[in-house]
């Protein structure tokens, strides 16, 4: 039984869940949105928004697209 928050992935050796990043959290809620859940998104500047500093920061750790194989 896990006694608090942020213990999951520390006791017992259960894996540690990783986390989604912020361009996964914004096409989920896009995709909420789309879906009819009455939510919008934050303007730039708002509080709670994500900043410029946070794109860059998720820039930095995002995945590289997949090179195409030619034939």
Do not use: V
């Not at 006791?11 to 990783?18: D, L, T």
């Not at 500047?45 to 697209?65: H, L, N, R, V």
Request: aromatic share 4%; net charge positive; glycine share 12%.
């Amino acid at each position: 039984m896990p006694q608090g928050a942020g213990t999951y992935g520390s006791k017992k050796g259960r894996p540690a869940k990783k986390k989604k990043g912020l361009y996964d959290n914004i096409a989920a809620k896009k995709k909420r949105i789309a879906a009819g859940s009455g939510e919008k998104m934050r303007k730039a500047g708002d509080p709670g928004a994500p900043t410029a500093k946070d794109f860059k920061k998720a820039a930095k750790t995002a995945k590289k697209p997949a090179k195409k194989k030619k034939k």
